[in-house]
């Protein structure tokens, strides 16, 4: 069974920093884009950062120069380095990823989420 298990969340002061970890496990064929989302109350859930498999990065503009996304292709992990962070930053963080498995001897290429890790970020 494939699953993506985050881990690293928590309560820190405003201007602290946090590590969050996301780690892909299963019978994975391959690992494309992999990404952070995070989520509100009350509010869509939107892109943090994602990373591709050469290593491309992209930034939500609320988070650039604070936040650092990197993947460890050996450990099928992805990470996600915060600094600075702030009240606004607090969510639920989601990992997603773009995995290639087989399903019954079948390719399959679809994108995977994890289960949630609570960030909280006081004033």
């Known amino acids: 069974q494939v699953q993506l298990v985050e881990s690293g969340g928590g309560l820190v002061q405003a201007g602290g920093s946090l590590r969050l970890s996301c780690a892909a496990s299963?019978?994975?064929?391959?690992?494309?884009?992999m990404a952070w989302y995070r989520q509100s109350q009350g509010k869509q859930r939107e892109l943090v950062a994602s990373i591709t498999s050469g290593g491309s990065t992209n930034y939500a503009d609320s988070v650039k120069g604070r936040f650092t996304i990197s993947r460890d292709n050996a450990k099928n992990t992805v990470y996600l380095q915060m600094n600075s962070l702030k009240p606004e930053d607090t969510a639920v963080y989601y990992c997603?990823?773009?995995?290639?498995?087989?399903?019954?001897?079948?390719?399959?290429?679809?994108?995977?989420w994890g289960q949630g890790t609570q960030v909280t970020v006081s004033s």
């Open positions: 997603n990823a773009n995995l290639g498995v087989y399903i019954a001897s079948v390719y399959r290429q679809s994108d995977y």
């Open positions: 299963g019978r994975i064929f391959s690992i494309n884009a």
